[in-house]
Structure formats: C-alpha cells, structure tokens
Antibody, heavy 121, light 107 residues
Framework: QVQLVESGGGLVKPGGSLRLSCVVS????????MSWIRQAPGKGLEWFSY????????NYARSVEGRFTISRDNARNSLYLQMNSLRAEDTAVYYC??????????????WGEGALVTVSS | DIQMTQSPSSLSASVGDRVTITCRAS??????LNWYQHKPGKAPNLLIY???NLRSGVPSRFSGSGSGTDFTLTVSSLQPEDFATYSC?????????FGQGTKLEIE
C-alpha cells in the first residue's frame, strides 16, 4: 500500500536550519509530483511547495520562498525539504503529500503522518 | 491568492445526523476543489476530488457538490468515526490554498 514517512523534525533555534526527509513506498515515485504542506498550531493547512516528477518545475509560496528548498531523489524514493533562516512562525507539523497533478481536481491524494518542527529559543 | 472560506468553523452533531459544510472561493475555481478529513496525529485523508467525485474506498455517506465559487460537503448519516476536522482546498492556481477547517464534534 502507499506509504509516506516523514523524518527529521525537532526543536531548532530561530535563524537555524533543519532538513526534512520523506521516504515513500507503494507507488512509482518518479511518476508523481510531490508537495510539502504544513499546519501551524491552531491554524489551517498551508500548502507551500511542490516539485515535478523530473524536478523541472518547482514552486514555493511567498511565506517560504528564498528560505526553503524542495528536492527529490527518485532513485531513493525520497523527497526533501531544506529549511534555513527558520522563524517562530515556521513552527508546524510538516506533511509530505503525493500530488495527483494530472488527476481530475489535482488533489493531494496521499499524505504522511507529519513531522513536528518547533522553532524556539 | 485565492481565499477559501469554510463555514461553520465548528459543528456539534450526533450519530445519525446529516451535516453540511460549506466552502466558498474568492474567485472562480471551476471544479478544482477537494475535501479532506484529518484527525490529530494522523495523515489527512482525501475524501472528495474535483468537487463531487468520491474517492475509491470512501463511504458513500460522503458527498460533494458545487462549482465555480460555492461548494458543499455533506455527510448523510454521521458515524462515530466521522468526528474529525474537514478542510476544503483549491488546486486552480498557486498558492494552493485550504479553508481554515471545520471541526465536527459529538453533541
């Protein structure tokens, strides 16, 4: 069955860096666009980045552009998120999600259980 | 950015009730509207895609409707496992925004 498992979350000081990983199984990773989505405490879900299956297309929300970098390794079935210059407002549960870009409605059809990132001094 | 507004923000209901959640987009998103269910500590789960298509394996008591700017998610007869948070999301244009969520609680 399809599985996405995030890792790498933790406590980091403001201005610090962290790298999240998402290992997937149960589908052909190289066929799919992938996204990162987060949920801050008490807030709704926030999409903030996607990467195409061949890494040709990458997009970020303004809230993270210039600080976060999405990447993938299709040989390792892995998605990554490098987060730099972290701020308190980046505190959230971070989800990786498969994006059915070519599907009707283009939904995020499979998600991981999330990794908690806490930015605090 | 396209703003997605859900109502209500929270809802109390009983097992067997019929409930409807509304989602309004700030501009026309045609049918690029998806609904998710999420529970604390669990992966969010896609329920409805393209406004009205039930994802395979999702119980038929869930249904979606609408197009353009106004959408609804209906649960025809609530079951105990349906008490969760529901969010709408548009994939029409970046950033791909979500509604603020509707928390469905047991009355």
């Amino acid at each position: 069955q399809v599985q996405l498992v995030e890792s790498g979350g933790g406590l980091v000081k403001p201005g610090g860096s962290l790298r999240l990983s998402c290992v997937v199984s149960g589908f052909t990773f190289s066929d799919y666009y992938m996204s990162w989505i987060r949920q801050a405490p008490g807030k709704g879900l926030e999409w903030f980045s996607y990467i195409s299956n061949s890494t040709t297309y990458i997009n970020y929300a303004r809230s993270v552009e210039g600080r976060f970098t999405i990447s993938r390794d299709n040989a390792r079935n892995s998605l990554y998120l490098q987060m730099n210059s972290l701020r308190a407002e980046d505190t959230a549960v971070y989800y990786c999600a498969r994006w059915h870009y070519y599907g009707s409605g283009a939904p995020f059809d499979y998600w991981g259980e999330g990794a908690l990132v806490t930015v605090s001094s | 950015d396209i703003q997605m507004t859900q109502s209500p923000s929270s809802l109390s209901a009983s097992v067997g009730d019929r409930v409807t959640i509304t989602c309004r987009a700030s501009q026309n998103i045609t049918s690029y509207l998806n609904w998710y269910q999420h529970k604390p500590g669990k992966a969010p789960n896609l329920l409805i895609y393209a406004a009205s298509n039930l994802r395979s394996g999702v119980p038929s008591r869930f249904s979606g409707s609408g197009s353009g700017t106004d959408f609804t998610l209906t649960v025809s007869s609530l079951q105990p496992e349906d008490f969760a948070t529901y969010s709408c999301q548009q994939s029409y244009s970046t950033p791909y925004t979500f509604g603020q969520g509707t928390k469905l609680e047991i009355e």
